[in-house]
């Protein structure tokens, strides 16, 4: 479980061939990786990854054919900028919302624009997930976890503020750029069980 705040922003070293197909990524971090054990979870732009290796100053992580296909990591290429955040301890202060790292589907950004500082941004999701999506609620955009501004059909609107620019991978964010998108876990479940009654 994560709370969708970026602890540190990362670089994909290496992108090759995984083991059994799919790919392995090696992401470049400033975490102590001697604090960080194989087999550990760790949010990587979204998707929940599992650390099969790792060295000072790096990690790899197996990314499946499917987790590939279904979300922005078969783009990966080496030099990227990666929104990193560890697993929640139990007792952790949660400073932006549940978030599983189970990603929903891929979003794209149709505009953005500077806003005073911050940066605006219109994101289309997949018409089937728009109604997990509500003003003022949250939702997590490449792991980080962003408030709604406003919601139209299948289009939603975020500020990104200056500290989250600085402390993110989203610097150049620009149309078309493709992002990972989890909706609200509460939203799915509440959801779920508005559909039984």
Not at 44 to 71: H, I, N, Q, Y
Request: with cysteine; aromatic share 4%.
């Amino acid at each position: 479980m994560f709370s969708g705040i970026v602890t540190d922003v990362g670089r994909v070293r290496a992108v090759s061939d995984a083991p059994g197909g799919g790919l392995r990524l090696e992401i470049g971090t400033a975490y102590d990786t001697g604090t960080v054990a194989l087999g550990a979870s760790i949010a990587c732009s979204g998707p929940c990854l599992t650390v099969v290796d790792k060295g000072p100053g790096w990690f790899a992580v197996d990314v499946s054919r499917e987790t590939a296909d279904r979300t922005t990591l078969g783009d990966w290429r080496e030099g990227m900028g990666v929104n990193l955040e560890r697993a929640l301890a139990l007792g952790d202060e949660i400073g932006g919302h549940l978030v599983t790292g189970h990603i929903d589907a891929v979003a794209v950004v149709e505009a953005a624009a500077p806003e005073g500082e911050s940066l605006r941004l219109t994101i289309r999701c997949p018409a089937e997930l728009s109604r997990f999506v509500a003003s003022k609620g949250s939702v997590a955009l490449d792991g980080v976890s962003l408030t709604v501004n406003e919601v139209e059909g299948d289009t939603f609107g975020i500020n990104l503020i200056p500290h989250t620019l600085a402390q993110t991978a989203f610097q150049g964010c620009a149309a078309g750029r493709r992002l990972n998108l989890e909706v609200d876990l509460i939203a799915r479940y509440l959801a779920r069980l508005h559909s039984e009654r």
